[in-house]
């Protein structure tokens, strides 16, 4: 794959194959920004808010993803990547191209790494859901009403997905 085209794309790694997924409207990368500055203003100072960290899933190496959001609880760790043991939350926005993935996919490959909290976000319905792992899957654990949701776990947070 020429580099221009991976320049123009989100490049993951799942198992050895590469995933190239179309860089996120401007849109998206507002509501990133705002889901940052709200879960962020929550957060004490022994969690930190990653926007776009490369996520590193098993100790084979051979996975690497990027959420939108990482809630770490390794704050100023240093370095180009975190593991599944120095996260806590992981929240993929939904997109019409990342939809499939980011509720079946990812959500069953961050489960099997055993990350606590999984947030989907989709932006169309200005909606959100929380989901627990609970038995090595995850369950729904807060749901968004109106428009805004009220995080209790990790810690506690207001997210107005409203804009």
């Known amino acids: 794959m020429p580099a221009e085209q991976l320049a123009r794309g989100t490049v993951e790694l799942v198992d050895g ?11 998206h990368q507002r509501l990133v920004g705002r889901l940052w500055g709200q879960l962020s203003s929550g957060a004490s100072p022994r969690w930190e808010v990653l926007p776009g960290a490369n ?25 180009v990547s975190l593991t599944e043991k120095e996260a806590v939350l992981v929240a993929e926005i939904e997109s019409p191209s990342t939809r499939l993935q980011d509720r079946i996919f990812k959500k069953a490959l961050y489960a099997e790494a055993f990350i606590p909290y999984y947030l989907l976000v989709d932006p169309e319905q200005q909606s959100a859901t929380v989901f627990r792992l609970v038995g090595g899957e995850y369950a729904p654990h807060a749901k ?8 209790v776990e990790p810690f506690e947070a207001e997210v107005d997905l409203r804009g």
């Not at 194959?17 to 849109?27: D, F, G, K, Y």
């Not at 968004?144 to 995080?151: E, P, Q």
């Open 17 to 27: 194959v590469i995933i190239v997924s179309p860089l996120a409207r401007l849109e």
């Open 55 to 79: 996520l590193v899933l098993g100790n084979r190496n051979n996975r690497l993803l990027i959420p939108d959001l990482v809630v770490s609880n390794a704050p100023g760790l240093e370095g």
């Open 144 to 151: 968004s009403a109106a428009g805004v949701l009220t995080l």
